[in-house]
C-alpha cells in the first residue's frame, strides 16, 4: 500500500524569493515591497486580466498602461464617415448601426478593418483554426461530400450505357465529389475580419471593435485609451483574448493591443504579481506598478523590431519608469553599439532608468551572451540559476541536487573583454499567463525568467531607498548588486557572473554607503576600444604583452559642477593573479587617466583562466570594487600529426550538469572537425550537450557555432561533425544536462579533417562552358566525392518607388529627436508555387548593431493582401506563394534624413527556393568534361596532394523559369565522401536553426537562353517572294491603323468604311466582335455580339482548318507561313465561338434572373429563349471539335454554360480555373454564388467572409 502523502508543499520553490534574499528582506520591510515602483515590462505584451495583475499590493492599479509599440495592432482608421440614420459602412461591407446611447458631437467617425488573425498568438490562432474547423466546416462538409457520392453511385446503378448527355451529367456528380474533396484539402480559415470605429466624444478618444462581425455594436464594448481607465476588454468566450486600446494620429491609426504570447504576462508575474488571497504565488514586488509595452511583433511570431525597441525606450522615458525589464536579446557581431543602444544607453545615463535584461539561452559555451544583456555596458544581464528547491517543486526531480547554473544559460566573457553576466538569478518558476493559453499558470525556465527575478529584486530596494529618502545613481545600484552578490561554489564566473542577487545585503550595501562622495559616481574603464583584456587565440599568448587601460569617472546626468570639481579620489588597484602586473595606486579626478597592464600567460596550463584588476576607493575599502577590469586568457591545445590530429578523451566521469570544456588550436587546413562520445556506463541513459564555438572579429559567435542535443543510452555512442577555421581557437564544450540524475562515464573523440576548395567560393559563369576547382587534402589520407547542389535562385530587384518623411509623435525622442523612414517599393512575378524569402543583404542580420533602427519588409499580393513579414534576420521567414505577381514594401528608420536618402536605389533580393535540387555535373580531366563522358565519382587524396576537377554548364532546359540574365543559382559545394564529411559540410547553427553555416558556397551566374529561330524558313520565303510595293504596303498599314483605332473610336465609321474595303479580312471582324463585347452596355446588344461572332466564324474554312491540323508533316516551302495562319484562324475561331456563347448563355441567364424562370420552365418560355438555348448548346458542342473546356480561353464560356444548364459543380469547377488564372474579387464572388446555388453554405460563408481580407482597401500599415 503507498504511504499517505506529506499535506506540505515546497511553496518556495514554485517562484523562488528565498534564493536571492527577497524574502528575507520583505519578512523585514513588508511595505518596501515595490510601492512606488514603476517597471516597464518590455515583452510579447501583459495580458490585464491574468490572475495577479490587476492591482498592487496597496490598492493602486497594477498596469498603468498597456501599449504596442511593435506597430502589428495598428488599424488605419484614417477613413472618416457621417452615420445616415444611424447607419455606416464599414470597410468590410458590412453594415453598422450606431448605438443611441453613444456620444459624437462631430459624428465624424473614423472606421477602419482588421484581420483577427494578425493579432492572435500563433498557438491561439492554431486553437481557434482547429475548433472553427471541428465545429463549422467538418460535420456540414462530411454531409455534403456523403451526399454527393451518394447521388453519383446511385446515378451509376441506373445508368450502364450512357449518351453523351448522360455523360456530361454523369460528369458533373463526379464534379460536385472532386470539388467537395479539393476544397477539403485547400480548407483555410483566413479569421475574423473586426470593423473598427473611433470617434472623439468630447473629452477623449474612444474606440469600438466590432469582435460580433454582424455589425451588432450595442453588444460590443467601447474603450479608451488604457491609461484613462485601464479600461480592456475580450474578443469572445472561444478565444478569451483580452485587449486594449490606444488611439494616435487624431484618431487616423487605431491601435488594438493584444498580447502576442504568454512569455511577457509570465515575465510581469515573476517581476510583481499580486496575489491578496494567496500570497505564497506573489511576484518578486507584489507593490510595484507596471508599463506593459509589448515589442514582440506579431507579424514576425512576437521577434522584436528596432521600431518596436526605441518607441518602448521613448514610452519608458515619459511615463518616467524607475526599471526596465527586458527577456529579449540576440546574438550581435560587435557589442556596445549601434543605434538601439544608444538609445538604452541615453535612457540609463540620462533619465536614471535601471535597464535589467536576460543574459540569453546560448550556453554552455564561453562567449555566447546576447545583446542587450550580455554585451551593453548600461544593462545589468542576469544569467539562469537553479536552486534545490526548483528542482523539486518546479521539475518535480526524484532528488535533489545540488544549485547550479541552467546548461543553456549564456556564458561570457563578451567578445570585447566585457564579463557579459552581472548577476544571476533563479532562471525558472510557475506563474501567470495569458488567459488565451486556457490556464492560469504555467513552468518556464530561461534567463527570461532569472531577468525579472532580479528587477522584482531591485524593485524592492529602490522602494526601499525611495521610502527613506536616500537618493541614488544606476552606478550605485549596480555596485550594491555586484558587490554583494553570494557566488556559488563550483560555477564559474562566466556563468553567474559575480553571483546570485542577494537583495538584503544589497540593501544594507546602500544604505551603508548612501553618504559615500562617489556613491552615484560610475567609471568607463576601456582597453582601446575594449572593455576587457580577452586573448583567445595562440598568438597572443608568445610572449607577455602590455595594455593600455583608460579610466574615467562617470557624473550621473543631475550633478553640479561642483561635484566634478571636487571629486578627488585615491584608488588602490588590486589582482590575485600572478601572470598580470598592475600599478598599485591611482590619483583619479574628473579626467580620464591612464595606467599600464601587462599580461604574461606563458605558464598558464590549457583552459580558461579569469581574473580582475578591482580598484578601491582607499577611504572605503569595505564598500568594494568601484570598478573593475576582467581579464580572460584561453589557451589552447595543439593536436599534433603523430596524435592524427586527434583528442581522446578516455572514461571521464560526469556529474549531473558538470561542463567539461577543452580549447584547441585548430590544425593548419583543417576544415572540419568530427566528435565521437560514446557511454562506458552500463546502468544510466543521459542527456548531453555537444557545443562548438570559434570567434572572429566583427561577427557573432553563431557565425561559427555548433551545438546539438544528445540522448546517450546506456553503452550507446554519438557522432557528429561540424566545419571549423584554422589558427582560430575552438572551444569545444560537453556538458552533461542540469536535470539529469546519477554519475556517467564517457569516452569522446574529436579529430580534424581538412580538404580545402581553391577558390574558398565557387563562382561559375555560364558563359565560361567549363570552370576549373582544385581540391587538396590538407591534413591526411581523404575520400573525396565533389557534389555541387543548387538549392535555390536568387532575383534582384530595384525600388521601382521610394518615399521619405517624417515620423509623428510615437517616434520622437527627448529634445524631439526625430525619426525619418523611407519605405521603397518592389514587384516581382512568381512564375508557378514556390518558396521564397525576402531580404536586403545590405541590412540583414544586423538589429542591435545597426546604424539604422529598423528594417522592416511586408510582402502583398497583386490585391494588396499581406502574405508575410521579415526583418533583420531573412531566414526565419520564408513564404509559400502561388504564381502571380507581388510587391514588397520595406521599411527603413533613421534619426538622420540624409542617411535614409542614400537608400533610395537599395537593392532586394528575393530566394526562390528550387523544389529539386540541380546537380551539376562534375569530371576530373578537362577532356572529360569537354564531351561530357565519364563523370567523377570518388577518389582518395594523400596529404598535400592536389586534384583538379571541372564543372560543365547547366543544361538551358534545366534553369528555373522566371530565371535569367542578372539572376543567380546558389548552392554549396560538399567535397568529403564520407556521411560526416558532408554533415559538416551543411551544419546548422544553433538550435533554432536560424542560421547556416556552407563550408564551400556556390554561385551560378546565368546568361540569356539562346535565341529560338521563330517561323521556320520564313525569312528565306520573303527572299523568294517579290516584294510589295510601296503603296500596297501603305495601304496595309493604314488598314492595321484603323483597325486598331476602331475600339478606341468607339464610332462604327472605320468598321463600314473597312468592311466595303476589305470584306474578307479576318482580323477586321475579330476587332468588330472584340469591339462590342468589351462595349459598356454589352448586354442590351447580345443578339450583335452574336451576329458579329457568326461573321468571324464564316469567314473561317473550317473544312481547309481542320485538314491542315490533321497533317503530321507539312512539306511545303511555305509550311511555316501556313501554319501561323491556320493558328491564328483557329484561335480567332476559337475566340468567335466562346464569345458567341457567352452572350447566348448571358442572354439566357439574364431572362432566368428577370423571370425567375427554373430548369423546369424552360420548355415554356418563349421562342426567342428556346433559340438561344438551341443554338448555345450547338456552340458547345463546336467547341469541343477545336479545344477542350479546361483551355484558359473557353473557361468563361463553359463556366457560363454549366450555370445555364444548371450543372452547379462544373460550374464551380470552371470558376476556381477561371479564379487561378485571375485571382480577382469578381471571380471569387462568382464562385460564392455557385457554392450557394450548390447548397454548400459553409463553403460560401467561409469565402464569403474572407473578401475583405484578400481584398484590403490599402496596403497594410508598418
Request: proline share 5%; glycine share 8%.
Amino acid at each position: 500500500m503507498a504511504a499517505y502523502p506529506d499535506d506540505s508543499f515546497p511553496y518556495q520553490g514554485l517562484l523562488p524569493k528565498k534564493e536571492t534574499g527577497a524574502a528575507s528582506f520583505l519578512s523585514r520591510y513588508p511595505e518596501y515591497d515595490g510601492r512606488g515602483i514603476l517597471i516597464a515590462i518590455l515583452d510579447t505584451g501583459v495580458d490585464p486580466g491574468a490572475q495577479g495583475l490587476q492591482v498592487t499590493s496597496d490598492g493602486k492599479p497594477k498596469i498603468i498602461d498597456i501599449i504596442d509599440t511593435t506597430g502589428s495592432g495598428d488599424v488605419n482608421t484614417s477613413t472618416i464617415v457621417k452615420p445616415k440614420d444611424g447607419i455606416i459602412t464599414g470597410i468590410s461591407g458590412r453594415t453598422l448601426k450606431i448605438p443611441e446611447n453613444w456620444i459624437n458631437p462631430s459624428e465624424n467617425y473614423h472606421v477602419g478593418l482588421k484581420n483577427g488573425y494578425e493579432i492572435f498568438p500563433k498557438t491561439l490562432r492554431e486553437r481557434i483554426q482547429k475548433e472553427k474547423r471541428e465545429k463549422l466546416w467538418d460535420p456540414v462538409h462530411r454531409n455534403c461530400l456523403a451526399e454527393a457520392c451518394r447521388e453519383l453511385d446511385e446515378f451509376d446503378s441506373t445508368h450502364t450505357s450512357l449518351s453523351q448527355v448522360e455523360k456530361i451529367e454523369r460528369e458533373e456528380l463526379q464534379t460536385q465529389v472532386e470539388m467537395l474533396n479539393s476544397m477539403e484539402k485547400k480548407y483555410c480559415d483566413s479569421g475574423p475580419s473586426y470593423d473598427c470605429l473611433v470617434w472623439h466624444d468630447g473629452e477623449t478618444w474612444r474606440a469600438c471593435v466590432d469582435t460580433s462581425e454582424l455589425g451588432d455594436l450595442s453588444n460590443c464594448s467601447v474603450l479608451r485609451n488604457y491609461s484613462v481607465a485601464q479600461e480592456y476588454a475580450s474578443l469572445g468566450l472561444s478565444e478569451m483574448l483580452n485587449y486594449s486600446i490606444n488611439v494616435y494620429d487624431e484618431g487616423n491609426t487605431l491601435c488594438i493591443v493584444a498580447s502576442g504570447g504568454a512569455h511577457g504576462t509570465h515575465v510581469a508575474s515573476i517581476a510583481a504579481g499580486f496575489f491578496p488571497d494567496d500570497p505564497e504565488r506573489n511576484g518578486i514586488a507584489p507593490g510595484a506598478q507596471i508599463l506593459a509595452v509589448k515589442i514582440g511583433d506579431t507579424r514576425l511570431s512576437t521577434m522584436e523590431t528596432g521600431t518596436g525597441l526605441i518607441r518602448a525606450m521613448i514610452e519608458t522615458i515619459k511615463y518616467k519608469c524607475d526599471l526596465v525589464n527586458y527577456s529579449y536579446g540576440e546574438a550581435t557581431h560587435w557589442p556596445n553599439a549601434g543605434c538601439i543602444c544608444e538609445v538604452i544607453n541615453d535612457a540609463v545615463l540620462k533619465h536614471n532608468v535601471i535597464y535589467v535584461s536576460s543574459a540569453g539561452n546560448n550556453g554552455p559555451c564561453l562567449s555566447t551572451v546576447g545583446c542587450p544583456g550580455g554585451t551593453t555596458s548600461s544593462v545589468i544581464g542576469v544569467g539562469a540559476y537553479v536552486s534545490p528547491d526548483m528542482m523539486v517543486s518546479e521539475y518535480s526531480l526524484r532528488e535533489k541536487l545540488p544549485a547550479n547554473q541552467y546548461t543553456w544559460s549564456s556564458r561570457g566573457p563578451c567578445a570585447d573583454g566585457a564579463l557579459g553576466v552581472s548577476i544571476s538569478a533563479p532562471g525558472g518558476a510557475i506563474a501567470s499567463v495569458p488567459n488565451w493559453t486556457l490556464r492560469g499558470t504555467q513552468l518556464m525556465n530561461g534567463t527570461s525568467m532569472s531577468s525579472p527575478n532580479a528587477c522584482g529584486g531591485i524593485a524592492l530596494l529602490l522602494s526601499g531607498l525611495k521610502a527613506n529618502g536616500i537618493g541614488y545613481s544606476v552606478h550605485f545600484i549596480r555596485r550594491a548588486l555586484e558587490n554583494t552578490a553570494m557566488k556559488i561554489e563550483g560555477i564559474e564566473v562566466f556563468a553567474q557572473g559575480h553571483g546570485i542577487i542577494q537583495v538584503d545585503k544589497a540593501y544594507e550595501y546602500l544604505v551603508q554607503n548612501s553618504l559615500m562622495p562617489t556613491r552615484n559616481l560610475g567609471f568607463n574603464v576601456f582597453v582601446g576600444n575594449q572593455r576587457g583584456i580577452y586573448l583567445r587565440d595562440s598568438p597572443n599568448h608568445a610572449s607577455p604583452s602590455d595594455h593600455g587601460v583608460a579610466i574615467e569617472p562617470v557624473f550621473p546626468e543631475y550633478a553640479v559642477n561642483s561635484e566634478r570639481i571636487s571629486l578627488q579620489l585615491h584608488i588602490a588597484l588590486t589582482c590575485n593573479a600572478s601572470w598580470i602586473n598592475c600599478p598599485g595606486h591611482l590619483e583619479l579626478m574628473n579626467q580620464c587617466r591612464h595606467i599600464n597592464i601587462r599580461v604574461n600567460p606563458s605558464g598558464l596550463r590549457e583552459g580558461v583562466h579569469f581574473t580582475e584588476v578591482c580598484g578601491y576607493d582607499t577611504t572605503a575599502p569595505d564598500a568594494g570594487p568601484l570598478f573593475r577590469l576582467p581579464i580572460t586568457v584561453t589557451v589552447p591545445l595543439r593536436v599534433h600529426e603523430s596524435s592524427g590530429y586527434e583528442l581522446v578523451c578516455s572514461d571521464v566521469p560526469f556529474k549531473p550538469g558538470q561542463i567539461t570544456r577543452h580549447f584547441l588550436e585548430v590544425p593548419y587546413g583543417a576544415t572540419w572537425a568530427e566528435v565521437t562520445v560514446s557511454s562506458l556506463s552500463s546502468d544510466v541513459s543521459s542527456k548531453f550537450v555537444l557545443h562548438a564555438v570559434q570567434l572572429e572579429k566583427q561577427k557573432a559567435y553563431r557565425t561559427n557555432e555548433f551545438y546539438k542535443f544528445i540522448s546517450l543510452l546506456e553503452k550507446g555512442s554519438c557522432s557528429e561533425a561540424f566545419p571549423v577555421l584554422h589558427g582560430k581557437t575552438l572551444e569545444f564544450c560537453i556538458a552533461r544536462w542540469w536535470a539529469s540524475l546519477g554519475d556517467v562515464s564517457v569516452k569522446y573523440t574529436i579529430s580534424f579533417h581538412g580538404i580545402v576548395c581553391t577558390p574558398s567560393q565557387l563562382h561559375i559563369n555560364a558563359a565560361d562552358g567549363i570552370t576549373r576547382f582544385d581540391v587538396i587534402s590538407t591534413m591526411k589520407y581523404e575520400e573525396v566525392a565533389p557534389l555541387i547542389s543548387l538549392k535555390c535562385w536568387i532575383q534582384s530587384l530595384r525600388p521601382i518607388s521610394t518615399k521619405t518623411r517624417p515620423l509623428g509623435p510615437r517616434d520622437t525622442l527627448p529634445n524631439n529627436r526625430q525619426f525619418y523612414e523611407i519605405i521603397l517599393m518592389y514587384s516581382f512575378h512568381q512564375t508557378k508555387n514556390g518558396e521564397v524569402t525576402v531580404s536586403c543583404p545590405l541590412l540583414c542580420e544586423l538589429l542591435y548593431e545597426s546604424e539604422y533602427d529598423s528594417q522592416l519588409w511586408m510582402l502583398f499580393d497583386q490585391n494588396k493582401k499581406l502574405m508575410g513579414s521579415g526583418d533583420a534576420y531573412p531566414h526565419q521567414y520564408s513564404l509559400k506563394l502561388d504564381k502571380g505577381d507581388y510587391t514588397i514594401r520595406l521599411q527603413v528608420r533613421h534619426e538622420q534624413l540624409s542617411e535614409l536618402e542614400r537608400l533610395k536605389d537599395l537593392p532586394t533580393i528575393v530566394s526562390h527556393r528550387i523544389p529539386n535540387s540541380l546537380n551539376l555535373d562534375v569530371y576530373d580531366n578537362h577532356g572529360n568534361a569537354l564531351i561530357g563522358k565519364k563523370k567523377s565519382t570518388s577518389l582518395t587524396l594523400q596529404s598535400g596532394c592536389t586534384q583538379p576537377f571541372f564543372v560543365t554548364s547547366i543544361p538551358d532546359d534545366k534553369i528555373p523559369k522566371g530565371a535569367g540574365p542578372g539572376c543567380f543559382l546558389s548552392g554549396t559545394l560538399t567535397l568529403a565522401k564520407s556521411e560526416l564529411g558532408k554533415k559538416a559540410g551543411q551544419a546548422a547553427s544553433k538550435r533554432q536553426g536560424k542560421f547556416k553555416k556552407d563550408m564551400v558556397s556556390v554561385q551560378y551566374h546565368l546568361i540569356p537562353s539562346p535565341n529560338k529561330q521563330k517561323n521556320g524558313n520564313k525569312d528565306k520565303e520573303k527572299d523568294a517572294e517579290k516584294e510589295k510595293d510601296v503603296k500596297e504596303e501603305f495601304a496595309d498599314a493604314l488598314r492595321d491603323l484603323k483597325i486598331q483605332w476602331m475600339a478606341k473610336l468607339d464610332e462604327n465609321v472605320f468598321y463600314e468604311e473597312l468592311k466595303e474595303s476589305y470584306p474578307t479580312h479576318l482580323p477586321l471582324y475579330v476587332a468588330r466582335l472584340h469591339q462590342l463585347d468589351t462595349e459598356k452596355d454589352r448586354m442590351k446588344r447580345m443578339d450583335v455580339i452574336v451576329e458579329a461572332a457568326d461573321d468571324v466564324i464564316s469567314r473561317i474554312d473550317q473544312t481547309a482548318l481542320a485538314i491542315h491540323l490533321a497533317m503530321k508533316t507539312d512539306p511545303r516551302p511555305e509550311a511555316a507561313t501556313v501554319k501561323s495562319d491556320m493558328e491564328k484562324q483557329k484561335s480567332s475561331l476559337i475566340d468567335a465561338l466562346c464569345r458567341k456563347g457567352c452572350a447566348l448563355a448571358d442572354t439566357i441567364l439574364q431572362y432566368h434572373s428577370q423571370e425567375g424562370a427554373t430548369s423546369e420552365e424552360v420548355d415554356s418560355t418563349g421562342d426567342d429563349t428556346k433559340d438561344s438555348l438551341a443554338n448555345l448548346t450547338e456552340t458547345f458542342w463546336e467547341i469541343l471539335k477545336w479545344t477542350e473546356l479546361t483551355d484558359a480561353k473557353v473557361l468563361t464560356f463553359a463556366y457560363k454554360h454549366a450555370l445555364v444548364n444548371k450543372m452547379h459543380g462544373r460550374a464551380l469547377k470552371f470558376a476556381i480555373k477561371l479564379l487561378e488564372d485571375k485571382p480577382n474579387k469578381e471571380n471569387w464572388k462568382n464562385c460564392i454564388q455557385v457554392m450557394k446555388l450548390l447548397g454548400w453554405k459553409h463553403c460560401a460563408s467561409f469565402t464569403e467572409s474572407s473578401l475583405s481580407i484578400m481584398f484590403p482597401q490599402e496596403y497594410a500599415p508598418f
